[in-house]
């Protein structure tokens, strides 16, 4: 699989690499990182402890975890990432995280978002993506209520904060068939279309 992705209008999506988790560390421990994945955000306490954890997950074939970094088009500069996790090749589904440390609520998120649901249907055969977002994070619940992506239910005490508390966890749900007429779907066709599909390398 080539590394590039996707190259976009506003955003392009590459494989993470090596090179690229002193910036993922960077976001990591930044407290905002809980708009991606709350459990991260003190899951690793060294850089070093980061890069052991990516050496474990590229043992695995087929891989349980992809990163992707997103970057800006027009300078390369990386923005933000999108995390595959949870990858159940059998059943066909995984989970789907998107932070954005710049350009959060502009087309570079809407596209960024776009190509990574439309990637991981067509691109890696999912039949269905997941999202789990803390019951508190409206920023993250409002394009999927909003749009009419199934809540599937409430994962009750799933996450222990840095405060100690615990916390609930809303989970929703896309199916591949339900994603080309998806209100959700429609919207990002206007605001964030994506570019024909090329051959990247």
């Known amino acids: 699989m080539s590394r590039l992705l996707y190259r976009g209008h506003h955003i392009d999506l590459r494989l993470q690499g090596p090179d690229d988790l002193p910036t993922l560390f960077e976001w990591a421990v930044d407290p905002a990182f809980a708009f991606f994945q709350p459990q991260q955000s003190w899951a690793y306490p060294t850089l070093e402890a980061m890069a052991t954890r990516q050496q474990w997950l590229a043992h695995f074939e087929p891989p349980i975890e992809i990163g992707i970094v997103i970057e800006h088009a027009p300078s390369h500069i990386p923005i933000g990432a999108v995390l595959l996790s949870a990858l159940d090749h059998h059943n066909g589904k995984g989970e789907l995280s998107l932070y954005l440390a710049r350009g959060r609520g502009t087309r570079c998120t809407w596209e960024a978002l776009h190509a990574a649901i439309d990637g991981s249907f067509t691109l890696l055969g999912l039949d269905k993506l997941i999202f789990q977002v803390l019951a508190d994070n409206a920023a993250a619940h409002g394009p999927l ?57």
């Open 145 to 201: 209520t909003r749009f009419s992506v199934c809540r599937e239910g409430v994962l009750r005490g799933e996450i222990r904060g840095e405060d100690g508390q615990r916390h609930d966890v809303w989970r929703y749900g896309l199916l591949k068939t339900e994603w080309p007429t998806c209100p959700l779907a429609d919207w990002l066709r206007r605001v964030a279309p994506l570019r024909e599909k090329e051959n990247p390398a």
